[in-house]
């Protein structure tokens, strides 16, 4: 499948030149006024937003629902349009392509997006097809005139012409003769994601059609109970949610719960909106077995924008209240603020500065975690525009900067602690070649089975590592690896 056309030209950002369809929109994309469609126009904006702008859809949509003064229902569905249509785009892109008399290439942009939204609706939602249709010619010609609606008309209704499935069958490559990329298209992604996740599942095509519908739905969302202010129990019965399998910490919330950032419990500072995935990683380097006493010095060696921290902060505050500190870096200002603002009464200190080289003791901390800068493949389901805009040179590049960071948080982990390296990505090259590379020749690092400091989740294989998985856990697809620094023998595997 390609991936959708963007606005600079680049692969998955093809270039939009003057189309004969119609005249160019108004200033601000193709979304008509609110009054018109108001829940359809507030998720036409944010494709706009996150065309024009490389906006990401889970941040710019809040402030677009506010704009558009939506709630209840309608937000919900905005929410549902946006979002969705941002994460099939590849598939979208190749059923209207298939329906027009000319490339995307020569189309404009902003009518694309248009022509997307209805063709999301056509063909994954249950909105019937004439007002899915109407509906979208309508914002068209609000923005664009009557000449842009009349060609948006006719491909939509060519689209309507058959379901999904059927379109797929059509599109889609042979399933017998390239099953990898038969169900990325099916499943909306990029061929190179569906092929790391194969490889990462060591060749499971059955499963990789799991976990690929897995990603393609939409996910619930995850509350940390920040640990002495909350427990798990109350937060489920004040949220409305249920208690998490496996965190002792985690709460899920129900389908079409709303803003978790309006929840009481979130304004309060109770609770943290925190995948469980995310909670585990911080819970298995907080559990692991160190080799002498824990003191209670911990690093979070690249911490923005908080969350890991708020929890590893919260567990020190309990276990070592007298003198327990976590050290949180993060290079960015911003960031670091965000982590300053999470961090809030906790421990935490934190330092702005790179994880590479910042100015902290070697050899002076008991646990460092190291969640280190990724691609993010295994929270696609949660950034909903992603899958378009990674590439696949962006893989080297980012292992290189990983295992920079892995050398540099073992330097600062004292003989006899543990470092948590962890990475929200299930890419080869991102977890087992980043270790392998950073571990090889070494004789003063040991593996820590991992699987054994989360004894309550399944499905994890033989360790030392934990790979999580959206289809088998229901988080995101976190990666942990566990290694101790010794005084001297050989490295374990």
């Given at each position: 499948m390609t991936s959708p056309r963007r606005s600079d030209g680049r692969s998955g950002r093809g270039r939009g030149s003057r189309s004969p369809a119609g005249p160019p929109p108004r200033r601000g994309g193709a979304a008509g006024p609110p009054s018109a469609d108001p829940a359809r126009a507030a998720a036409l904006e944010l494709l706009t937003a996150v065309r024009e702008r490389d906006a990401y859809a889970n941040l710019a949509m809040p402030a677009i629902l506010r704009r558009f003064r939506l709630s209840g229902r309608d937000a919900a569905l905005a929410t549902e349009l946006g979002y969705g249509t941002c994460r099939a785009a590849g598939l979208l892109d190749s059923v209207i392509e298939a329906c027009a008399d000319r490339p995307l290439s020569r189309i404009e942009t902003p009518l694309i997006d248009a022509m997307r939204l209805g063709t999301y609706q056509l063909l994954r939602t249950r909105i019937p097809p004439h007002a899915a249709v109407d509906s979208t010619v309508a914002l068209i010609r609000g923005s664009a005139g009557s000449r842009s609606a009349g060609f948006a008309n006719a491909i939509l209704r060519r689209v309507g012409e058959h379901t999904e499935p059927e379109w797929v069958a059509r599109l889609a490559p042979d399933l017998a003769d390239d099953p990898v990329g038969h169900l990325a298209f099916a499943h909306a992604h990029p061929r190179w994601i569906a092929q790391a996740f194969e490889d990462a599942l060591r060749g499971e095509i059955g499963e990789l059609a799991e976990l690929l519908?897995?990603?393609?739905?939409?996910?619930?969302?995850?509350?940390?109970a920040r640990p002495g202010e909350i427990t798990a129990e109350e937060l489920a019965l004040t949220t409305g949610g249920e208690q998490s399998p496996y965190s002792p910490f985690g709460v899920r919330l129900q389908a079409g719960a709303g803003d978790p950032g309006e929840l009481d419990a979130v304004t309060e500072g109770l609770a943290v909106v925190m995948d469980e995935g995310s909670q585990l990683v911080a819970l298995g380097l907080a559990d692991a077995p160190l080799t002498g006493p824990d003191s209670g010095r911990w690093l979070d060696l690249c911490a923005g924008p908080g969350g890991k921290a708020t929890l590893l902060g919260a567990l020190l505050a309990l276990e070592h209240p007298e003198r327990g500190r976590l050290?949180?870096?993060?290079?960015?200002?911003?960031?670091?603020?965000?982590?300053?603002?999470?961090?809030?009464?906790?421990?935490?200190?934190?330092?702005?500065?790179?994880?590479?080289?910042?100015?902290?003791?070697?050899?002076?901390?008991?646990?460092?975690l190291v969640d280190v800068p990724c691609t993010g493949l295994g929270a696609l389901r949660r950034r909903p525009e992603a899958r378009w805009r990674r590439e696949p040179s962006d893989v080297a590049v980012l292992a290189a900067l990983q295992r920079e960071l892995l050398a540099a948080a073992l330097r600062h982990v004292r003989v006899g602690g543990v470092v948590g390296y962890a990475t929200c990505s299930p890419h080869l090259a991102e977890t087992h070649g980043v270790l392998a590379a950073v571990l090889r020749g070494?004789?003063?690092?040991?593996?820590?089975?991992?699987?054994?400091?989360?004894?309550?989740?399944?499905?994890?294989?033989?360790?030392?590592?934990?790979?999580?998985?959206?289809?088998?856990?229901?988080?995101?697809?976190?990666?942990?690896?566990?290694?101790?620094?010794?005084?001297?023998?050989?490295?374990?595997?």
């Open positions: 519908a897995a990603d393609d739905a939409r996910p619930t969302v995850h509350l940390l050290d949180a870096v993060e290079p960015a200002a911003h960031r670091a603020e965000l982590v300053r603002q999470a961090t809030a009464g906790l421990p935490v200190t934190v330092h702005v500065a790179d994880g590479r080289s910042a100015p902290l003791p070697d050899g002076g901390y008991d646990r460092v070494r004789s003063d690092v040991e593996r820590v089975d991992a699987t054994a400091v989360l004894p309550g989740v399944d499905g994890l294989g033989d360790g030392p590592a934990v790979q999580l998985w959206p289809h088998r856990h229901g988080t995101d697809a976190m990666f942990m690896s566990l290694l101790r620094r010794t005084a001297s023998g050989a490295a374990r595997t």
